[in-house]
């Protein structure tokens, strides 16, 4: 049974800093390329960050770049997302998911196994 289990949400000021984390079990982490994504109450969920299977690729939405980092430790079965200069527009909940080892993009129905989502709030 897959599970991915995301952590580190929560509450942070504009400016603040966080970071992610999602552990994956009952899959082959190292051959899953892995994302973020996150949707804000009222809004479709949207692509936030990909990273390749073994790290050499990462590709992010351009309102995260040079502000997020995606990273992943396959002797950890885990992804990150750090976060900083945090927004209040990054209020949302954040999604990992798991997409083939061939996939490398944002389309989000290209990732078949999802988390239960963590919350971030950034306050003004």
Same mark, same amino acid.
């Given at each position: $049974?897959? $599970?991915?289990? *995301?952590?580190?949400g929560?509450l942070v000021?504009?400016?603040g800093?966080?970071?992610?984390?999602?552990?994956?079990?009952?899959?082959?982490?190292?051959?899953?390329?892995?994302?973020?994504?996150? $949707?804000? #109450?009222?809004? *479709?969920? *949207?692509?936030?960050?990909? %990273?390749?299977?073994?790290?050499?690729? @990462?590709?992010?939405?351009?309102?995260v770049?040079?502000?997020?980092?995606? !990273?992943?430790?396959n002797?950890?079965?885990?992804?990150?997302? $750090?976060?900083? !200069?945090?927004? #209040? *527009?990054? @209020?949302?909940?954040?999604?990992?998911?798991?997409?083939? %080892?061939?996939?490398s993009?944002?389309y989000?129905y290209?990732?078949?196994?999802?988390g239960?989502? @963590?919350? %971030?709030t950034?306050?003004?």
């Amino acid at each position: $049974q897959v $599970q991915l289990a *995301e952590s580190g949400g929560g509450l942070v000021q504009a400016g603040g800093s966080l970071r992610l984390s999602c552990a994956a079990s009952g899959l082959n982490f190292g051959s899953r390329a892995m994302g973020w994504f996150r $949707q804000a #109450p009222g809004k *479709e969920r *949207e692509f936030v960050a990909h %990273i390749d299977w073994n790290g050499s690729r @990462t590709l992010y939405t351009d309102s995260v770049k040079g502000r997020f980092t995606i !990273s992943r430790d396959n002797a950890k079965n885990t992804v990150y997302l $750090q976060m900083n !200069s945090l927004k #209040p *527009e990054d @209020t949302a909940v954040y999604y990992c998911a798991a997409a083939p %080892i061939s996939y490398s993009g944002s389309y989000r129905y290209q990732y078949d196994y999802w988390g239960q989502g @963590t919350p %971030i709030t950034v306050s003004s």
